[in-house]
């Protein structure tokens, strides 16, 4: 067995309730496995720390603040997780299994969304946003692949979620480069991570989904410029297109404003588009009320 991976097949045992049916994915630190679970009797993901890892103190502590995470965290647009272990051979969360495709996978098979789909999706996950807002969390690593196509949208992967303070603390990226907020790209030197990072997320994801493109250039990966390999620091974001409406244009924008203080409140965020999807055919309000 490869320190990387656990080379699930369908009909592993997983644990000795647990039965692999397909590996989804995962991380650095963890393998995603669809499975069938005789405790609830359905399906469920696994996140499984991988082989080499079961041992590591810094893996096992993620995996600790993700089930802190999922205990704390209680709102319907949130992934839940179900139970956990995190000794013994395969440290484990298990989560429920959502049906729908990733954002990301509808916009790379098929383009931009039309608006009867991203706007409920965006004023969703704002209502998500400000509930976690509302508990002192951050999430962190707001981006289409961790948006699931569900009614309501389901955001998933809390694996670097962070109570306000612990955000507020750190001093190295926490992310995804691309969606990275400019004050989460070399804090404190470009700033202090927050709820405001995630409004960030959000408009970066939005945006993405409205226009089939990201807001900036890719950065240089390799580099040890930090302004090379995070765009966002130093370049504006491209302009939407043409179709999108004003509304939407103007809160996208909002929402990716370098200083964090000038971007919207999640709610503020959600009440910007409401009027938008209420002019839509058969449009699915979200929960705010607009003032």
């Not at 995190?86 to 969304?113: A, K, N, Y």
């Amino acid at each position: 067995m490869s320190e990387n991976s656990w080379h699930f097949r369908e009909g592993d045992q997983i644990t000795a309730d647990l039965t692999a049916v397909k590996v989804l994915g995962g991380g650095s630190s963890y393998e995603a496995v669809l499975a069938f679970d005789e405790i609830t009797y359905l399906p469920v993901v696994v996140k499984v720390l991988r082989p080499g890892l079961v041992d590591d103190p810094a893996s096992l502590r993620g995996l600790r603040r993700e089930v802190e995470a999922l205990a704390t965290v209680n709102h319907p647009v949130v992934v839940r997780g179900l139970r956990h272990r995190l000794d013994g051979e395969r440290p484990h969360v298990v989560l429920e299994q959502i049906d729908g495709p990733r954002l990301s996978t509808l916009l790379r098979r098929h383009g931009p969304l039309q608006e009867q789909q991203y706007l409920p999706l965006a004023i969703e996950v704002a209502a998500a946003l400000h509930y976690l807002r509302q508990v002192g969390w951050v999430h962190l690593d707001i981006k289409p692949s961790n948006v699931i196509m569900a009614a309501p949208a389901r955001l998933i992967d809390l694996s670097v979620a962070r109570p306000l303070a612990a955000a507020e603390a750190l001093t190295s990226p926490i992310g995804t480069d691309a969606y990275l907020s400019p004050e989460q790209c070399l804090p404190p030197e470009t700033g202090v991570p927050g709820h405001a990072s995630d409004v960030w997320g959000l408009a970066a994801t939005l945006f993405e989904a409205v226009a089939g493109y990201r807001p900036f250039d890719e950065g240089d990966l390799d580099s040890d410029d930090v302004r090379r390999r995070y765009p966002q620091l130093v370049e504006e974001p491209y302009e939407l297109p043409d179709r999108v409406p004003a509304e939407v244009a103007k809160i996208v924008v909002a929402g990716l404003d370098k200083v964090p203080g000038n971007r919207p409140l999640p709610a503020e965020f959600a009440e910007a588009l409401e009027p938008v999807l209420a002019r839509q055919p058969r449009a699915r309000l979200g929960g705010f009320k607009v003032r």
